[in-house]
């Protein structure tokens, strides 16, 4: 699938930091949330947790060795098959008679491609599955219709009820002008669907949501300037977010979408000083990995705590007010807050994506070209198990407390005469939902 490579970005937020120091030399116990009882109502009072600093040395480090017992995961794992599945065809605005010979012609050059563009007129695009979850007991399925340069200007959305067989076309959109298309995979979180379009025209960007179940379909972002581009893009919970980046390819805002207010907002919490190798969304609560200037290493950043790493490089998995996950190239690090311990894993070929629900880590190898099953690991113990059997997996993502992924197969197009040669392109296409939740 089409993705755009973007260079260069930075994200330097204010200098100033009202992160302020713990003046005691003795650090304060983890303590993550202090509940009293109003004596007038009788309803239990719940405060933040206590704000606390730490360094690697005030944990405990403890290496984790995995192991494979021979027994039943701690896990059920269902699937639907999709693979047979038929989403009809489009025929994409560029493939028109009125357009094609200016969209392949005079808008691209591809002269170092030897193909007939004029084959391409009038020519439909098969409908490819190229994401689908699951959402109140249906398979709900992002179909796009590819054309064969990098536009991108029609897509669905499918809803399929496994035990009826029902697939039913539930939304749908295509451009009407050639200067108009959606930028990136429409993605679904929740209850919603979320898409970009573009116009390059005027360079304008719109981002939608559609609601799955009402069917209603409002804009919840809305980019004016003409010299900013939106970067639709998701964080590791699939997410939604937007990164603005200004002309010189520099990253001047990162925004997430706001639940309650219906748009995209940008982080109320941006008193961090240094460069940001990682940030991740969970539960209202922003977190960061931050380069601080003059620093070699990281440091973990929230509104509950910063903790001094010991190591350059890393990626959050997860985080909340107790605990923090980060892998650093073959290793995972998990924090506990609570217990002041910090396990250290080693995941290397057990591929290069991961999340964590319900106590579990679970990873694989997304987007690789080889087969391997999908792992679950519980951290502290170091059991591993085995939950699939080898495949081409992507889409791996935590929903509620629910793990969501995807089989996948690759799907080739070609365009091809006898004289001039052709072109051709290639996507994943989904072949099988699977959805895990703790037993």
């Known amino acids: 699938m089409n993705k755009r490579i973007i260079l260069g970005i930075a994200a330097v937020l204010a200098l100033s930091s009202v992160l302020t120091a713990c003046d005691d030399k003795e650090k304060p116990e983890p303590k993550p949330k202090d509940t009293t009882v109003n004596e007038d109502t009788g309803d239990t009072l719940v405060t933040e947790p206590v704000y606390r600093e730490y360094s690697e040395e005030d944990f405990k480090t403890i290496t984790v060795t995995l192991n494979y017992p021979d027994k039943e995961p701690p896990v059920d794992v269902s699937s639907i098959d999709i693979s047979g599945l038929d989403f009809g065809t489009k025929l994409p605005v560029c493939n028109t008679e009125e357009n094609a010979k200016n969209y392949y012609e005079d808008m691209f050059s591809l002269s170092h491609i030897e193909y007939n563009w004029e084959n391409l007129i009038n020519e439909e695009a098969e409908g490819i599955a190229s994401s689908c979850c699951m959402y109140d007991g249906k398979c709900y399925i992002v179909v796009e219709y590819k054309s064969f340069l990098t536009s991108n200007f029609d897509f669905s959305l499918f809803c399929y009820d496994e035990k009826s067989g029902k697939n039913e ?121 931050v380069k601080s200037d003059g620093k070699r290493k990281l440091d973990m950043i929230c509104q509950y705590y910063h903790v001094s790493l010991s190591y350059t490089g890393g990626t959050i998995i997860y985080a909340d007010d107790k605990k923090f996950l980060i892998k650093n190239e073959g290793s995972i690090h998990m924090y506990d807050l609570e217990k002041m311990e910090h396990y250290i894993l080693d995941v290397t070929g057990m591929g290069t994506e991961c999340t964590y629900c319900s106590g579990m880590l679970f990873t694989g190898n ?55 040669g052709g072109i051709a392109y290639s996507m994943d296409k989904m072949s099988e939902v699977y959805t895990v939740t703790a037993k």
Request: proline share 2%; hydrophobic share 30%; charged share 30%.
């Open 169 to 289: 076309e539930v939304y749908s959109w295509s451009s009407k002008d050639i200067n108009e298309d959606y930028t990136d995979q429409p993605m679904i979180f929740d209850d919603k669907l979320f898409y970009e379009i573009r116009n390059s025209s005027d360079n304008s960007n719109k981002v939608f949501a559609y609601d799955l179940n009402t069917g209603d379909v409002k804009t919840v972002y809305e980019e004016k300037e003409s010299d900013v581009y939106v970067y639709f893009d998701h964080d590791s919970m699939d997410y939604p977010c937007l990164q603005l980046i200004n002309n010189g390819g520099e990253q001047i805002d990162y925004l997430y979408y706001d639940e309650t207010d219906e748009s995209f907002v940008g982080d109320k919490t941006n008193d961090i000083s240094g460069k940001i190798i990682s940030t991740r969304y969970f539960g209202g609560v922003q977190y960061y990995i």
């Open 366 to 420: 997304w987007y690789e070209k080889y087969k391997m099953p999908v792992y679950c690991i519980i951290p502290e113990l170091g059991i591993a198990y085995a939950i699939t059997d080898d495949d081409l997996y992507c889409g791996l993502k935590t929903a509620g407390d629910t793990v969501t992924f995807n089989s996948c197969i690759e799907y080739k197009k070609e365009l091809k005469d006898e004289t001039s």
